[in-house]
């Protein structure tokens, strides 16, 4: 049987009281009678906060030392003595107040009901000065009576009401490691509560720029659901976003849909539409009472004025307006963008903005991170510095590498010229930490950081500790042993400007995304020829990693990434010729959209060809690859029903292929505008470029394109009402068809294609 847990609850600036009681019960614990616990027991570097509450479940008795600084404490008040208070009411755990120093005590209710040592308005460092020992001796005889009394059971540790969900049932590796402190969410983990509890709340967004904690109170939440089994859900499935924030154009949910549909049990994951697989989906999870978590959405938002916040991705687009109207469970986003797609349903899809935390909630983190100064004094630096979250995280590890943590050195960090909504609190430390870091390896990582817009995995970063060097990113790190290796790392996640090494991927290197954005743009900015000489590396490593043809979207995933870093160094045209064209489509197969149904991915990567999105293809592609990427581009938007996107890249291609003379391409282009435009209701220039198809078709002088745009003509004539001319145009088409093809003397509406 395991020996009760004593527990001492203090604030830090009292640690002179709790270190002369420890020795009255480590003599408890020495004779094999307790197991004596508090935080000073948690390692360098380890998750405090988890620590802490997986000893307050554990715990047996409870001994609070009591003063204005432990009573000030918010993580005390806010977080131990309501968890403790109910193992008490719930279980009987004892609770031992100690009153150490004066305060107004007697105004806090819970404190009112217990009895206190030495008596009730004595304090040990007033009424009782040097006779601690006496105080403290009774305190251990009273637990020693406690514990050894015959009818004596210690309180079981906290269990939950509800049956543990099977382990193939949960999926949630997928979230973001994040700092494990969060503060000032009480409100909102409270609000998410009721939300799973409600009958009526079946969407919950969380809503905030970059860096204000949100994947952080998302995982804290979720970790209170898992030690109570998930409170009744039977299913829990995560996913998230990962994105470069506020550099990325456009991403896919293709590999989400794909996995999301195996895990629900779909028996065909790629078959049917976009907007099949969404309804597919939806109406899996709301099979049983499941909690879907998506985290970073805005990716896949649109981010321009007109229609902002909207979900590009169709299944994606159909998932949540149909979780929207019924769900069983619930679907919890974290985004950057309010959800456009959501406001049609305001009252089953809540909205909570989560844009800063209060002064007092950056005071308590800086205190509890052992930033020393006044409270008052906390809370100015905490608006100084935006009342961000990730800026007083960053502030808190910068002053934590100060002798003697003052706050006062928050003042001498440099103010930076950057609007408030890019990060600039968060870059202001960054930067700061960037001068301490001097010439050390640390700089160099985050450099290499900053070249992925994901997790970035243990193999590809290795590419730079062992091939050639590139000046400014490896002078360092390629002279690192393993050990220093190691100490680099522990420095940076000691800063939080990496993120804990995580239990499921020990080799993956993650960092906040604003973190990665930061020395990306930095790295860019200040040495661009080493920056295009990094992603080449990755490109060439991402290009070795995949099959040479890949039959599934996880096995096409290097090549995407490929593309991405091929992109940016430089190299377009290798990459369009080596990766999209050979392998991903497959020479004009298309096997990524035909066969995987990847429409979104496949857009997401030919963004890379674009130097301003859908329109101007990179000066890297040559002129016959620069109007194929726009028509391709044009033609993927449509199909994911994104049509007025969809018109300028299509416009653009057309006149692309005009200017070089391409006739037949040119004529393909302007009739998939002209379908376009019927698609859109947008008849008069659908008629437009129907005209427009079939003179460019007729200059060609491919029989076959001209029979096919005059019936792309007629088409949309015959939608303009203008029968007679339509019929004229058909017959036409028809005539031309008995030549080049006597074995069909009908027209016939379909391209028959092996």
């Known amino acids: ?121 004595q304090s040990l460092a007033i009424h009782f000065k040097d ?18 009394d015959p009818d004596y059971t210690p309180p079981p540790p906290s269990k939950s009401k509800w049956d543990a969900i099977p382990q193939d049932r949960i999926s949630i590796h997928r979230l973001p490691e994040t700092g494990a402190a969060l503060f000032g969410r009480n409100k909102e983990l409270e609000l998410l509560d009721q939300a799973w509890e409600s009958e009526t709340t079946n969407v919950v967004s969380l809503v905030a720029w970059g860096g204000v904690g949100k994947s952080t109170l998302v995982k804290k939440w979720v970790e209170g659901m898992a030690v109570d089994n998930y409170r009744g859900a039977t299913r829990v499935f995560a996913w998230s976003f990962y994105s470069q924030g506020t550099g990325e154009r456009i991403t896919s949910a293709d590999l989400f849909i794909t996995e999301a549909l195996e895990f629900f049990g779909d028996l065909d994951p790629k078959s049917g539409s976009a907007w099949e697989k969404g309804e597919r989906l939806a109406a899996l999870i709301n099979e049983e009472k499941t909690l879907l978590i998506l985290d970073g959405l805005e990716p896949l938002q649109e981010g321009m004025h007109v229609d902002k916040g909207r979900i590009k991705d169709p299944a ?55 930033a020393c100064g006044t409270d008052a004094e906390l809370e100015e630096a905490s608006r100084d510095f935006g009342n961000h979250a990730l800026a007083v995280n960053l502030l808190a590890a910068y002053l934590h590498g100060i002798p003697g943590h003052s706050i006062t050195y928050a003042s001498e960090i440099p103010d930076l010229d950057i609007p408030e909504e890019k ?35 243990g193999k590809a970063v290795k590419t730079f500790r062992t091939g050639h060097a590139i000046p400014g990113l490896t002078d360092q790190l390629q002279k690192l042993s393993e050990p220093d290796w190691n100490h680099t790392l522990e420095t940076l996640r000691k800063t939080k400007l990496l993120a804990q090494k995580s239990e499921h991927r020990p080799d993956t290197l993650d960092s906040h995304p604003l973190v990665r ?58 990459a369009f010729d080596e990766v999209y064209w050979e392998r991903i489509a497959r020479r004009g197969k298309y096997f990524s959209v035909r066969k995987l149904g990847a429409f979104g991915s496949d857009l997401a990567v030919l963004a890379g060809f674009l130097d301003t999105t859908w329109i101007s293809p990179g000066a890297g592609l040559s002129e016959n690859n620069k109007a194929l990427v726009l028509n391709l581009t044009g033609s993927f938007l449509r199909s994911l029903g994104r049509l007025e996107e969809a018109v300028q890249p299509m416009e653009a291609g057309m006149e692309t292929y005009i200017s070089h003379a391409s006739w037949q391409f040119a004529a393909i282009a302007a009739g998939n505008l002209s379908e376009l ?78």
């Open 517 to 574: 954005e930061h020395f990306g743009e930095k790295f860019q900015r200040e040495n661009t020829d080493g920056w295009k000489e990094a992603h080449g590396r990755l490109y060439e490593y991402y290009k070795g990693e995949a099959k040479e043809l890949p039959d599934t979207l996880e096995e096409m995933a290097p090549l995407y990434l490929a593309v991405g870093h091929g992109c940016k160094t430089g190299r377009q045209q290798d």
């Open 1 to 121: 049987m395991s020996k009760p847990t004593v527990f001492i609850s203090y604030s830090h600036k009292d640690e002179v009281w709790k270190d002369a009681l420890k020795p009255h019960l480590k003599m408890l614990e020495q004779v094999g009678y307790i197991v004596l616990w508090d935080d000073r027991k948690i390692d360098t570097g380890g998750e405090w906060e988890k620590e802490i509450r997986a000893h307050m479940k554990k715990a047996a008795v409870v001994v609070c030392l009591i003063s204005a600084n432990y009573l000030a404490s918010d993580f005390v008040t806010k977080e131990e003595v309501p968890f403790l208070l109910e193992r008490k009411e719930k279980e009987g755990m004892p609770i031992l107040p100690i009153l150490i120093k004066p305060c107004a005590w007697k105004a806090v209710p819970w404190l009112k009901k217990l009895q206190m040592r030495p008596t009730d308005n």
């Open 131 to 148: 006779k601690e020992d006496e105080i403290f001796t009774q305190v251990a005889e009273q637990i020693y009576e406690i514990i050894t």
């Open 423 to 457: 990060g600039k609190h968060s870059r202001r430390v960054m930067e700061a930490f960037w001068e301490r870091f001097g010439q050390g390896p640390e700089r160099e990582l985050l450099l290499i950081l900053g070249l992925f817009d994901r997790p970035a995995e």
């Open 677 to 754: 435009f019927l698609d859109m209701g947008e008849v008069p220039q659908a008629v437009e470029y129907g005209q427009k198809c079939m003179e460019l078709a007729d200059q060609s002088g491919n029989a076959i394109q001209e029979m096919a745009r005059r019936s792309t003509l007629a088409d949309a004539l015959y939608q303009a009402g203008k029968f007679q001319e339509a019929e004229d145009f058909f017959n036409e088409a028809e005539e031309i068809q008995k030549k080049v093809q006597p074995e069909y003397p009908l027209l016939y509406s379909l391209s028959m294609r092996a």
């Open 316 to 370: 994606l687009s159909v998932l949540l307006k149909e979780l929207a109207r019924e769900n069983r469970g619930l679907c919890l986003i974290s985004t950057r963008e309010e959800v456009a797609d959501l406001k049609d349903f305001p009252e089953t899809a809540m909205e909570r903005s989560l844009e800063q935390i209060s002064p007092e909630a950056g005071r308590a983190l800086l205190r509890v991170e052992r």
